[in-house]
Nanobody, 124 residues
């Protein structure tokens, strides 16, 4: 099993930046791809970004492309989501997830383990 713990959320003004972290334990970190998802109040959880086991392949949702960067440090067993030029519509609970299938995919059903989430609030 993999245990995932997100951190780094908080309150930021529009146009600002935040870096979310996802600390992984349990299963060997390099045996899975990682993804970030978010869920705003009253909305369904949606895909944000994904990265393969080596960090060499990434995928982004259209509305975060160019503003968010997904990274991973396999030596630290940690994934990151660097968010810049934040907008109020980015306000959500952000979740990291592990995909044992090595894919870089946006579908939630592909992900096997999930963290508890961290709140990001962007004020206008």
């Amino acid at each position: 099993q993999a245990q995932l713990v997100e951190s780094g959320g908080g309150l930021v003004q529009a146009g600002g930046s935040l870096r979310l972290s996802c600390a992984a334990s349990g299963r060997t970190f390099t045996t899975y791809a990682m993804g970030w998802f978010r869920q705003a109040p009253g909305k369904e959880r949606e895909f944000v970004a994904a990265i393969n086991w080596s960090g060499g392949r990434t995928l982004y949702a259209d509305d975060v492309k160019g503003r968010f960067t997904i990274l991973r440090d396999n030596g630290k067993n940690t994934g990151y989501l660097q968010m810049s030029r934040l907008k109020p519509e980015d306000t959500a609970v952000y979740y990291c997830a592990a995909d044992l299938g090595f894919g870089v995919v946006p579908e939630m059903r592909a992900y096997d383990y999930w963290g508890q989430g961290t709140q990001v609030t962007v004020s206008s």
